[in-house]
DNA sequence: CGTCAGGTTGACCTGTGTCAAACTCCGTGG
DNA sequence: CCACGGAGTTTGACACAGGTCAACCTGACG
């Protein structure tokens, strides 16, 4: 999940992909690695019942691929018009051969960023819809908003079912929060995929969860630990 | 998630966790790996409002560990008394310089199994109390079933708030689902932690989902998408 | 035998999924 | 240029799964 972290004289070709298009070619099984270049991917798993979870979206410079592919494990889909390069299985046994501390990252960069992976799990767990929902704009606005006057401008790639997907939620629920949020003046919707921050603090607060349901139920958890956490500044 | 991936002559030094305490040390910011030699670990986070999330229970063979430590992220605990063993990062650098292969397998099985993530994840996000409920039992009875007679007995190590926030529920919730499942016969309960699986087929078929609440919405994905996966088999 | 952490059960209430209807945007063709 | 149509979105009404609070039970251990 960092910004350009393969130069483009490392990668082994680059592609395009149409919008709700595959990364992996079908028969693609290799352990290879990719970067978003621009546009969206989301990677996703369709579960037994039809069901789609979005398990993250990445965001050009993002890296994507190892022990994510497989037939019928983990996919890979355009959001909107996307281009991505791909560096293949012995461009990265070089990489890791030739520097191992660099390999080293960029494995565990492409295994997917833990840190990220958890906070979104604990999320979702724990979680209702607004904080989730907040969560997910507030970090949208960090990687992609442009400062536009005193307002933050986000544009939205994917659509609210990608969005109900990866928060665990039905596309309707997205839709009413976002409603409730244009109440409350936190951002204006200007478009249909266009967003306007007005109030970031305001939906930081609401992403971290303290400023309504305060009295959160923690459940007591027997051992020693239960350490205060730092509020972690969500808004860089 | 692979059964004694690394042999003990690998490994650096082995040691002993009680019930509850954390297996890394208050410094330790080193990108070591962990393997489980017998007990029970649980990964977890505790997020802003004190709510704990645990992540996932790791058993015997299990590695865990890389990308993963870092105060404040997530933190590794015994569930009851258990014995780890470490492989610091000089270790493993040398694993992966002499036998490539070898070492980035260990990279992707420590990076923590995308797939059983990725499935876990989904599972969070659709599923009811109930499924997800027989989906964990299930998946215990798998990994620590001792055939008795024509049952499975199964030993929790874990106490009920374990699960719970395991699978994103209170621990009333997992009590009552726990109850149900006795009431229908599938399990027995013997003393508190020990269960006797009498059905193991009808709860991999609540674990799937494919019993009640048989017509779910499957979420039109506008897409190519929506291909037909096929009923993975749980039990083995 | 007493104590207490851990577990069960019940009653209630709210958040969010479900179903249904209407509305908006945008591309396409007449 | 406008009408049309369909995908995507918004909004409303309603039901119910599961969270919350509270009381009680049980089994393990000193």
């Keep these: ?7 483009p004289s490392e990668l082994d070709l680059s592609m395009n992909r149409a919008r709700n298009k595959p990364v992996f070619c079908e028969g693609d099984v290799s352990g290879a690695i990719y970067q978003v270049e621009s546009g969206c ?7 037994n019942g039809g069901h789609r979870t979005v398990l993250s979206f990445c965001f050009p410079g993002d890296l994507f691929g190892l022990g994510v592919n497989g037939p019928g494990e983990v996919d890979a889909e355009a959001v909107c018009l996307t281009r991505v390069s791909r560096l293949g299985q012995t461009g990265l046994a070089k990489l890791v051969h030739g520097d191992t501390r660099r390999g080293l990252a960029v494995m565990e960069a492409a295994c997917g960023g833990h840190e990220q992976l958890a906070e979104h799990f604990a999320l979702i767990s724990h979680a209702g819809a607004e904080q989730r929902f907040a969560w997910f704009l507030n970090r949208l606005g960090v990687r992609l908003g442009r400062p536009v006057g005193d307002l933050l401008c986000v544009d939205l790639p994917m659509m609210r079912a990608d969005i109900a997907d990866h928060l665990g939620m039905t596309f309707e629920t997205v839709s009413r929060e976002l409603t409730k949020l244009r109440n409350s003046k936190i951002i204006e919707v200007v478009g249909l995929r266009r967003l306007l921050v007005a109030r970031p603090g305001a939906l930081a607060r609401l992403a971290r969860g303290d400023s309504p349901t305060f009295l959160n139920r923690a459940q007591g958890v027997a051992g020693p630990a239960l350490r205060a956490v730092p509020g972690q500044a969500m808004i860089s």
């Design 41 to 47: 991917i989301r990677l996703q798993k369709i579960s």
């Design 1 to 7: 999940m960092s910004k350009a972290f393969l130069e």
